[in-house]
């Protein structure tokens, strides 16, 4: 019965907190409801035994990409940003599409059929814990694939890299006899 109620509890915030995310003006304030939205997927995943994802769930996601996150906003102009005119004037169209997408994907959701079930039984998976269980399938069936993933997000963070460095950059610039000069400010 615990279960049921922490479940609801955890789905109910996950969904508030995900609509206030991309509904509240401040930015600020929309990362810290996606921490809120981080940390109950964390705790849907304790109810689910899965400890080591909601470790990793808390860890990498509330962690390194919220930072990362709000590293990028306090390099980003938050007064000038939020005086910008709206990519879409009215916010009724985003509404209507994102209600539009729900409802299609409840339509979908009786089409839905389970998977193949997967090489490990559930008694191996107990004697082993779902961590070494999930270690071993990574780096022994599914290593190529987990590779791949690991190749292209290096290549998006040296080409996030290239693409932030500026020419320049810093208190002082060359002119143009090759001698430096302070940049005004």
């Not at 980003?76 to 169209?93: G, H, K, M, T, Y």
């Not at 987990?146 to 040296?158: C, N, S």
Request: glycine share 10%; proline share 4%; hydrophobic share 55%.
């Amino acid at each position: 019965m615990f279960d049921q109620i922490f479940f609801g509890y955890c789905a109910l915030m996950i969904i508030t907190s995900g609509l206030l995310a991309i509904s509240l003006r401040n930015p600020v304030h929309c990362v810290l409801m996606v921490l809120v939205l981080f940390f109950h997927m964390a705790g849907l995943y304790l109810t689910l035994q899965a400890e080591f994802l909601a470790a990793v769930q808390i860890i990498v996601y509330a962690g390194a990409i919220l930072v990362l996150y709000l590293f990028v906003l306090f390099l980003v102009s938050i007064r000038e940003e939020l005086q910008l005119d709206a990519f879409i004037p009215n916010p009724w169209i985003g509404r209507i599409i994102a209600v539009g997408m729900g409802v299609g994907l409840v339509y979908v959701i009786p089409a839905f059929t389970l998977g193949e079930k997967g090489a490990w039984p559930e008694a191996a998976i107990q004697e082993l814990t779902n961590t070494k269980a999930l270690g071993q399938e990574l780096f022994t069936t599914a290593l190529l694939p987990f590779e791949i993933a690991g190749l292209i997000l290096l290549v998006a963070l040296i080409g996030g890299l290239v693409l932030a460095r500026r020419e320049g950059a810093g208190p002082l610039d060359n002119d143009e006899h090759g001698k430096k000069q302070e940049v005004a400010s």
